[in-house]
């Protein structure tokens, strides 16, 4: 069986949109459950709430990112190409930055502590490494569909 480019676009779309989405949720939810009069957090972390605010803004606009690239990919609009890959790009840095924050003595804790609740709107595109394979697998399509079939350009 082989898959044309066109449905390989539109499935990485429906990836991207569907785990933007719930990562969207996740973070609007950890967002309210923190800045909840309720919440209340040891004071052995000073540097949580700096650390959760940090990584929940970036994070929510790599997901408004992945959002809006994975509805251009699912219409294969070939000018969403880079903004797609940096994106991948960048949450993969993200990632490797906030992990390298928690060896700091000082901050480590508190950043860590904040990952938990953070950065869990981006784990189904950690949980199947999808900023790794899925830009390739996008060029490979755009390159592929260029030689067979026309794709929209804008």
Not at 103 to 110: A, K, T, W
Not at 123 to 152: D, G, H, N, T
Request: glycine share 8%; net charge positive.
């Amino acid at each position: 069986m082989k898959l044309s480019p066109s449905v390989i676009l539109k499935v990485v779309g429906i990836l991207s949109v569907v785990g933007a989405l719930f990562g969207l949720w996740y973070s609007f939810t950890s967002y309210q459950r923190v800045t909840s009069p309720t919440f209340t957090f040891a004071t052995d972390y000073p540097y949580f709430y700096p650390a959760f605010f940090v990584m929940i803004g970036f994070s929510t606009l790599l997901l408004l990112s992945m959002l809006w690239s994975g509805i251009q990919l699912y219409f294969q609009k070939q000018s969403v190409l880079q903004l797609f890959i940096a994106t991948c790009v960048l949450t993969i840095l993200f990632l490797v930055i906030v992990g390298s924050l928690w060896l700091n003595p000082i901050i480590g804790r508190s950043v860590a502590a904040a990952t938990g609740v953070a950065g869990g709107g981006l784990s189904p595109f950690q949980i199947v490494l999808f900023p790794i394979w899925a830009p390739f697998l996008i060029l490979w399509s755009f390159r592929k569909a260029a030689k067979v079939e026309p794709l929209a350009t804008a």
